[in-house]
């Protein structure tokens, strides 16, 4: 079991910055990647940016050059640059734990992010 808590979200003004945070505890050995998805509401949760152990690194379309994930151990960060309203969300940090063919997620609570239009 992987237990996971965020930090960070908040309201920022467009163009404005913000700096997630989420740590891991628990069976952090077997993480293989984190990273962080977030949902809007009436929208489907979506993937934002994931980082893997030996440092594979995607990031969505709609935040490359804005969004920078960064990891130490059992956390992973999220610098987030350039806020515009269509970043507002509920952000979710991820854990991905076990082999390829049998992974598993693990979900922190959601931090709710806003930028007003």
């Known amino acids: 079991q992987v237990q996971l808590v965020e930090f960070g979200g908040g309201l920022v003004q467009p163009g404005g910055s913000l700096r997630l945070s989420c740590e891991a505890s628990g069976a952090i050995y077997s993480i293989k990647a984190m990273g962080w998805y977030r949902q809007a509401p009436g929208k489907e949760r979506e993937v934002v940016s994931v980082k893997s152990n030996d440092d594979y690194t995607y990031y969505a379309d709609s935040v490359k050059g804005r969004f920078t994930i960064s990891r130490d151990n059992a956390k992973v960060f999220l610098q987030m640059n350039s806020l515009k309203p269509e970043d507002s969300a509920v952000y979710y940090c991820?854990?991905?734990?076990?082999?390829?063919?049998?992974?598993?997620?693990?979900w922190g609570q959601g931090t709710q992010v806003t930028v007003p239009s």
């Open positions: 991820n854990a991905k734990v076990g082999p390829r063919s049998a992974t598993m997620d693990y």
